[in-house]
Structure formats: C-alpha cells, structure tokens
C-alpha cells in the first residue's frame, strides 16, 4: 500500500491542502495596496468574494446546464449503442466498435481544434453546405455554444462509455437471456427490461466520472472562447480559476474557487452514489 | 567544487576591472568596450522600435549596458509573462506598462515607487497630464513614453464628395451618422467596437465620468455614474437607430469594414493614424484627422487612448542605472529617432520637446500633407489629468467585453455591459483586501 500512499500524498493531499492554506493565508494588500504586501490570514475572505461574484456563479450555472443536457444524452446513445451491439443487430461489430472509439484516443486540444475548424464561419465546411441549403445557423451563438460544446464532448466520450456498458453487457449470463427469451420476451424487451438493469452499476459509474469530467471542463470551452465572444475568459469554473490566478494574478481567490469546485464535485457524487444506493436498498428490502 | 574556482575568478576580474576600464578610455570606440565592465541591467518590452532605442542608448555612453527582451504585448501574455517573473523573482530591472495596467503592477509590488529615483528636471520635461497618470497616492511609479490623445480619423474623400464634414460635437456625429445611412450606399459612420472598453473609457472620461478614484484611503468604483451613463444611452441610440455597426476592431472583419468603406470613421487614439498607413497603404491621400467630438461646441476636454510607460521593477538590483536609461529613453530626441527607425508611427511623446522629431520623421503624403503632430499636440492639452485606472484593468475590459459581445438592438444594452464590468470587477478587488467603496447607478 505504500506507492498508493506515496502518490495519494503526492499529487492530491498536498495539492488540496496547499489549495486550502492559500485561500485562508494570503497576500494582503490592504488601504490602497500601495504598501508592501504581507501574507496573512485573512479568514473567509477569499471564499466571500467568489460567492459574491457573479461571474462565478455563472460559470457554475453554464456547468450545471451543461451536465443536464449532456450526462442524459451520452448515458441513453452509448447505451443505447452497447445495446445494439451486443443483441448483434449490428454487423461489423469490430469495426463499428474501433470507429466510435478512435476519437477517444484524439487529445482533447487537438478534438476541439477540430471541431473549432468545423464550427467557424467562413472556412467551415458544414456551415457552407447547410449555407447553400438556405440554412445559416451560427453554431457558436449564444443559444448555441452549449449545444455545440455538448457535441464535442459525445463525439469525444461516446465510444469510451459503450466500450464500458458494451463489457458490463456481456458479463450478463447468457441463461438469463435465454430465460427471457424462452418467456417470449423480443430483443427490445429483453435489452431494457432484463440487460440494461444487470448492468445498473456500470450506468451509475458512468454518470459518475461524467459528472466530474463535465465540473473540470476546460480544455473544449478555452479553445473555443478564441474564436468566439460567446464564450467568456469565465465561462467555466476551471475556466475562473485559470483566469483568476493568472490574469488577474489574485490566487487567495483562485484557491478559493477550487476549493469550492472541489467541495461542490465532492457533494454531488456523493449525492449519485446515495441515490443508486438508495435504489439498490429498497429493492434489496422489497 | 565551485568555491576556489569562483573566488580566483573574482579576483581575476577585480584586477583586471581597472586595466580595461583604461584601456577603453584611450581605445578608439566606445563600442569596443566589453559588456562586461558595465553595469548589466535588462528591458522587456512589446513597443515596436524597443530594440533600436537599446542600441543607440548602448552606444551612446560605456557605463551602462541594457539587455532587450522582446515580449509578446500585454494581453498576448507579455503581462502574465511579467506577473509570473516577479513572483519568482526575477522581473527585469525595466519593465513595459500600459497606462490602464500599472495601478495593478503597482499593487501587486512589481512596479516600484519612484519618487526618490525620479529627477524634478525629468518630471519637468513630462506633459504633467500623463505624469498623473502614473501617480498613486502621490508616488510616482513609472515615467510615461508617450500620450496618444483621442481624435476622429474619418475618410475625407468621401466626407468631400458628398459635402460632408467633420462633425464638431457628438450631436453633430449622430446626425451625420443618419445622413451616411441614408446618403451613403453600404456605409456608417463608424463601429461600436465590441472589444473596445479602452475606447469606450476614453468616452466616458472626455463625458466627465470617474470609474475609479482614490478617496479617503478607499478605491471608489463608480462605473455607472451620470457620464457614463449619458454615453452609454448615446452609442445605445446610434446601435438602436442602425447607424453604427458593431464589430470586435481586433478583427478581420472590421478590417474589412476599414479597407472597403464600410465605415468612415475611426474615433481611437492618436497613434492610429500610424496603424493605417502600416496596414492600408491603398488607402493614402483618402484619410484626415480631426479632433474628437466635444458633448458642447466650447467644451475641450478629452481622454486619451493607448500610450506606455517604463517602470523599474521592485526586484532591480540597479535601480539608478534603470531610471538613467528610462530617462533617456523618454526624453532624449535619439530615442525617438532610433525608435521612430524602426517603422512608420505617429506616436505622440510625453515630451513636448520630441514632438518636432515626430514630424519631420513622418511622410507627409499619406495625409495629404496635413500637420498631424500640431493637431495632437493641440488635442493632448485638452486631456484630462485626473482619470484614474483601477487595480485589475485587464480583467475589468475583458468582463466588458464579454458583455459588449451580446449587446444590440433588443438584446443587452450598452449600461448592462458596463455595470456587468464592476459587477465582475469588485469581488477581485475585496479578495486583494482593498479598501473598496462601490458605487451602484
């Protein structure tokens, strides 16, 4: 257990603790700021202005949208992908397989500059097609950007989260479908109401780690904020934290806002977790 | 192992100091002095030119040496690259700050107080509006290059053509906005730039405003005050009316608004008329300037927009050495002409004595022989010396920005954008643990 300890130590107590120590200690510069500058404790302070800032709270919001439009939407196609793979509806299945998971082994930076290059007018292949049909949609718009964003990360994440749900499905025992199937249940019966509830705990593991991968986002909206006013230097949490420790060169309040991040990641999977747990009890009592 | 070496070093280079020190004074050239004799000290800056003003001050004198790093400008990163470098300490002795973004490196300690380095023959040699502007709560913390005042470049060709002329007050501007709609095929009058809070500031200071202010040993923020907001309803009415366009300038596509005559006229600092002839040679003999509008016929006052100054880092080990060679950079007439080498430009000094050196440098034909360097000096009196930057500019513009983005005839308005900035602008100045006094409307 050592190395586990080594590394947990390593790269996430003395992070999260340095985090902590700089939102409570940091540099003071009080009256004007003029004088010379102290590191002190300076209390809540730090954590009073992020909450007082509605640049940030915004952030929070476009996060919170974010996850609701697109945990659902990636849970139900990947799903539903792993479903129809492993009924072997699909011919090919290898293949299939390989082309939806190829771009999750693109690099995030490189996908949304990809992406960057088909959603910007002008040199953008599919809204010069959709502009000869008489179509013109600005797809970094300001009703559109989340949308737009939402799209990146399923072409990203879609084949990753089947692969999971597509493993879970066929560690099903073979007699249990067999069973149904003997019941006179058909494929589409037999998928949602005896497959998909066997795999509960992978669905639960995904939402998971999407949630957590949707709290970070960075890398997809700063890509894009170039190239869009849309999308602004704090359209995201991390995106705050960035811009507040290295343009505004304050980093109490960085630290600050990390550690909310971190607390508010914290609370809703552990919200997920007690929730599928909960089910998962009640059924096991009923 | 790197004791005994280093100290035998040391003492080679102590005995050896004064021989070549007499031997450069009888040598033929100043230039064949080595470097290494002469007190070291490093420049950054993003200013065009930067490296032919080193040269010239190298070779003008064998006691000081300065080292030139090009950085990207301020916002490409050359201000993080400056923040970072002081915080691991080791920031240049000379450092290149925009007016709107010293209050912050002065606070967060980069920039340091320059009272005792500063000579009165100095400070007498400044235009004393743009030295305000370097100074905070009486100490001055960087010494200003240039001031650009704000003036109305418009396309006088097409003016002329169709008996237009250069409106003297903003009553004037928005009337003649409805007659270039209207008269005009394919063209406005100008751009609101989306990306352009410097702009829109200088507006709002000629209007009167005072966004930031140092009372009582408080920061007051008052960005919604009655000036701004009577300039906020003025573009909010041209945007509303469809006389103006709204485009980021930093853009190809106000670029082609520019270039094609989209829009006739450009309301920015004075440096611009440089800008467009480096970037529209096509256009030469087509541009005038004129000075900025006024709110009445027979006020005169004015903002600027744009212009740098040098500060001395806290970190500079030689302090003196840094001031001497900000001195001559700012005020010595080779500076400029070593600068002004470098490329076409219409920088306007905080030194009135250089301003003949601006004019005789710059082609004339481009205006149509128009005295540019007189209507600026002309224009730089009017500007007002008691504006002041507040402590996170940077981000400040950049909040207004995002807003400015989303604002158009029935969607967010121009005072939204605005109160957006000091909305996004407060919590940051709190968690520095400023003394913040706010003010709402």
Redesign the interface.
Known sequence: MAPFFVLLVGVFLAPVITAVWLSFF?D???????G??STTF?GL??Y???F?????LGALGVVLVFCLVYIPLLVLLSLTLALLLDSGAARLRPLIQLGLFLPHTVPGIIAAIIWLYLYTPGISPVVDVLAGADVTIDLLG?ETVIPSIVNIAIWTNLGYNMVIFYTALRAVPRELVEASVVDGAGPVRTALSVKAPLIRSSVVMVVLFSLIWTLQLFTEPMLLSQST??I???FTPSMYIY??A?????Y??AA?ASVILLVCTVALSYVVTRWSNRDARRRAAG | MSGPPSRRTLLAAGLAAPLIGALGGCGPSEGSLSAGDRTRITFWSALRGSQEVVAAFNASQDRIHVDFEQVPTGTQGGYAKLGNAARAGNAPDVATIEYPQLPGFAIDGVARDLNDLVTDDLRAQLLPQALERTTFDGRLYSVPLDLAPMVLHYRKDVFDHHGLRAPRTWAEFADLGRTIRDRVEGSRITAFPTDGASQFAAFVCQAGGQWFDIRDDAWRVAMTDAPTRRVAEYWQGLIDEGLVHTTPTNSQQYNAQVSDGSILTRLTGSWDAGAQMNARPGQAGQWAVAPLPQWEEDDALLSDHGGSTFAVSTDSARPEAAMEFIAWQVAHPDAFRARLSAGTSTQFPAAPALVDVGREALDPDYYDGQDLYSLFDAEAAKVRDDWVWGPRMSSTFQVMHDNFARVGPGRMSVLDAVAAAQEGTIPDLHALGLNVHAVHG
């Open positions: 940091t003071d510069r009080s009256g004007l700021g003029f010379p500058e300076v302070r730090s009073a202005a992020v007082g800032d509605p640049t940030f300001v006013p849309v602004n230097s704090r811009d507040a290295f343009t505004r060169n304050n109490g309040l600050a």
